[in-house]
C-alpha cells in the first residue's frame, strides 16, 4: 500500500501533503464506515449501561422492552 502513496514536501524537505490512490482512499474510507458503525453501536451500549446504572442508584424504574415497544 505505501509503495503507491506520495508524498509533497516543502521548500525545507517537511512532508506536507499525502497523494493516495483512489481504490486506497476508497479501501480506507470503507473500512473507517465500518468502525464508525462499530463505535456508535459500541457507545450506545455503553449509554444504556450508565442510565441503568444511575437509576439503580437513584430508584428510578427503567421502562421495559414490552412498554418500549409499544
Given at each position: 500500500m505505501r509503495a503507491s502513496l506520495k508524498y509533497l514536501?516543502?521548500?525545507s524537505g517537511q512532508k506536507t501533503s499525502?497523494?493516495?490512490p483512489v481504490k486506497i482512499?476508497?479501501?480506507l474510507?470503507?473500512?473507517?464506515q465500518k468502525l464508525q458503525a462499530k463505535?456508535?453501536?459500541?457507545?450506545s451500549i455503553q449509554k444504556?449501561?450508565?442510565?441503568v446504572k444511575m437509576s439503580r442508584?437513584?430508584?428510578k424504574k427503567?421502562?421495559?422492552l414490552k412498554e418500549f415497544l409499544k
Open positions: 514536501v516543502d521548500e499525502v497523494l493516495v482512499w476508497d479501501e474510507n470503507s473500512s473507517n463505535l456508535d453501536v459500541f457507545t444504556g449501561l450508565s442510565e442508584k437513584g430508584g427503567l421502562q421495559t
